[in-house]
């Protein structure tokens, strides 16, 4: 399930006569089963990014027959930056259930036809596993190693400063 005035817009594309970059939606956060394994890519300057795609649909109700049912299921893109998008690749596979928060955000481009198209998708502040079918154990980095061997260029990211594009 997601949450966020712009979530119900994130798994639909619109035309729009006004083109613009990306545009601040609010905050917001989903929670559902990755749909393939975490894809991380580097930018030019050595910043780490990863891509998911989140399948989640809400369980309802049938007040008529007393029985649970399942809804629609939506599909949400999220982007992670920085130390999380590392370890979301390292530790996250297809399948899983994860808990995503941070703030929605759309951009509009021009498709192959012509038209204009809308995404909106959750760049993530936070996001792990879901604790409600299962467990997880917490692994934490030891603080004596220097530097990231996952890295291309050797370096290890600097706290604070993973949350998001930045100048990318």
């Not at 996250?92 to 204009?116: H, M, P």
């Not at 760049?123 to 530097?147: H, N, Y």
């Amino acid at each position: 399930m997601a949450t966020g005035a712009a979530a119900a817009q994130a798994a639909t594309k619109a035309n729009r006569a006004d083109v613009h970059k990306d545009d601040d939606r609010g905050p917001g956060s989903v929670a559902g089963n990755l749909t393939a394994d975490p894809d991380l890519r580097f930018t030019a300057s050595g910043r780490a990014v990863a891509n998911l795609r989140v399948a989640a649909s809400e369980r309802k109700l049938n007040k008529a027959t007393g029985e649970w049912e399942d809804g629609d299921t939506l599909f949400y893109d999220i982007t992670a930056w920085g130390q999380l998008a590392e370890n979301l690749c390292e530790h996250l596979q297809r399948g899983d259930r994860v808990v995503a928060e941070g703030r929605w955000t759309s951009n509009t481009f021009e498709d192959k036809d012509g038209q204009i198209q809308e995404r909106v998708f959750l760049t993530a502040r936070d996001c792990g596993p879901s604790l409600l079918f299962r467990g997880a154990r917490i692994v934490r980095p030891d603080k004596r190693a220097s530097g990231s061997k996952d890295r291309p260029d050797g370096q290890a990211g600097r706290r604070g400063d993973d949350n998001g594009p930045g100048g990318e």
